[in-house]
């Protein structure tokens, strides 16, 4: 019997959690797979030594989105009707998902290290930043269009994508619904970094470590809120957004620690 236990993965150290995706063949958004993500964001939300996660898959590919053999189950039982409510109920949950990863008090960093496709790119969307494998033959993309004449939406895809990509950009790549390479993806906004497969998860894991140690939990979600957030806002609100998150993570995050030594080494006599 599958468990949500054994289908995420995580392994803690220095501050970074490391989620991998284990729900074979193609991490697809299966509920338990939801649920899985759901306690091991309760878990990390609770454990505030954890600054950033990255979420990866132990499998060959990211996730292929909606699992076609549930829906074929859902489709045989209740017909197309309970198939359409079933799988609204589902995806509810996944958007869920992936608004509490877009505000958990911590980075997440997806790391793409294979397919990255429909629900799947939703997930990955969702994140804080993606890194890709510059794997050959990688596709990343939303096919939903071509599938059923559909704007990708189960996790909120389409405003996610909007805000990566910026609306009329979004809105071709929907419509085109052909999965792109990461080469393509770095140049339209679609992923952070590229790196070759075998440096992908070192690569990312050095980065969130040093994430982590000079920012810290507070330091990490006062980043999210103040660009992520503000960049949501019209720009007089923005400005109070980040005036407050400033100076309350200047209080109690790092800088109290920090500021001797930055003026021991800099604030002598010119």
Known sequence: MTTEASL?????????QVWSMNFAPANALHPN???????????????EGVSVVILT?????????????????????L??????????ETMDAFRAVCMRLRNAPFLVVAALNGHTLAGGLELA???DLRFSSDKDRLMIGVPEMDLFGAVPSGGGGGQLLARLLGPAKALEFILEAKPVSPQKALEIGLVERL?????????????????????????V????RQLLGGAELPLANAMELDRSVHWDNMR?????????????KYGGDS
Do not use: H
Request: charged share 25%; proline share 3%.
């Open 195 to 219: 790196y070759a497969p075998d440096d992908l998860m070192p690569k990312t894991q050095k980065f969130a470590a040093e994430v982590a140690k000079k920012a810290g939990r507070l330091g």
């Open 252 to 264: 109690r995050g790092n800088f109290p620690k920090n500021v001797g030594a930055f003026v021991e």
């Open 57 to 77: 898959s132990e499998l060959g590919l990211f996730s292929s989105g909606g699992d076609a053999k549930w829906m074929r189950g859902q489709l045989e039982k």
């Open 33 to 47: 797979l939801l649920g899985a993500l759901n306690i091991a964001i309760d878990d990390a939300t609770r454990d």
């Open 79 to 88: 017909g197309t009707d309970g198939l359409v409510n079933a799988f609204n």
């Open 221 to 224: 979600s006062a980043a999210k």
């Open 125 to 127: 969307a969702a994140c």
């Open 8 to 16: 995420l993965n995580i392994a803690t150290e220095n501050g970074v």
